[in-house]
């Protein structure tokens, strides 16, 4: 895999930490030259300087997905930097913990906007470098609870369901209006994987394995490092049949 990988580049966003940093370094250890998007330029920096150390080459660039001029800037750095464009990586998102009844318009509008209106924005504005380059390849970040919902505190987090399943769907759309350039677009799922992404909530905690574990198959939580292997996968020339899915990365989650 590591060959077919060999310089190419990609731009990764929410690359300053959990999923999307263990994607960019893995990316980065497979020879891809990365540019580390996040909204948190300092940590956009550790990822970008992580690689560095580890001998590959990384640019750090500060951009909301929100922010239309910001993640142009960003492309264009990346195509100056390294005169190409090879995959794209949509994975910034968030989540607020807010059931139907305390969830705020503003909430709402927020978690939509970053999680599925930014892949939008992103991906539309990589459209002129691949049909340049005639190729490439996206993968999106989505979710198990783009399919169930996981209701562990009692409630579920509607807004997060939503934007996840329009993710998936966006992604199929995206296959068809891209193939014309030759470019493949799909989708991980991931299940429950344990960083900062929930505020206030610890996947590790007892009462919490415990119902993880009655789901899983594979007896274990998630890895960053799991959902960069999926994604590396989909990137790359051993993929180049597949196009138009989302791929459960989640331990046999959503089998039962």
């Known amino acids: 895999m590591s060959s077919s990988h060999e310089n190419r580049v990609a731009l990764v966003t929410g690359a300053g930490s959990g999923i999307g940093r263990a994607i960019a370094e893995r990316l980065a250890g497979h020879g891809v030259k990365v540019a580390c998007v996040d909204v948190d330029h300092v940590r956009a920096k550790e990822t970008a300087d992580s690689i560095a150390e580890s001998g590959g080459q ?14 142009a800037a960003a492309f264009e750095a990346t195509a100056t930097e390294w005169q190409r464009f090879d995959y794209l990586v949509n994975n910034a998102g968030l989540i607020t913990m807010s059931s139907l009844e305390d969830l705020t318009d503003d909430e709402w ?11 939008y924005i992103t991906t539309q504005l990589a459209v002129p470098y691949f049909r340049k380059a005639n190729r ?5 970040l989505s979710t198990v609870e783009a399919d169930v919902v996981v209701s562990s505190q009692g409630f579920a987090q509607v807004h997060y369901n939503a934007s996840k399943g329009g993710v998936k769907m966006l992604t199929k759309a995206l296959a068809v209006e891209l193939s014309r350039y030759n470019v493949r677009v799909n989708a991980i799922a991931p299940g429950p ?6 505020p206030g909530v610890d996947l590790n905690s007892p009462e919490v394995l415990a119902v993880m574990e009655s789901r899983l198959l594979v007896k274990r939580l998630g890895r960053p490092d799991d959902m960069a292997a999926a994604v590396s996968f989909l990137l790359s020339d051993d993929a180049s049949y597949i196009s138009g899915v989302q791929l459960p990365v989640d331990g046999g989650w959503l089998t039962r």
Do not use: Q
């Open 58 to 71: 990384s640019l750090a660039l500060a951009a909301d997905v929100r922010d239309r001029e910001a993640i």
């Open 109 to 119: 509008d927020l978690v939509l906007d970053v999680n599925l209106k930014g892949v």
């Open 136 to 140: 490439g390849a996206v993968v999106n």
């Open 193 to 198: 994987v344990p960083t900062n992404f929930l």
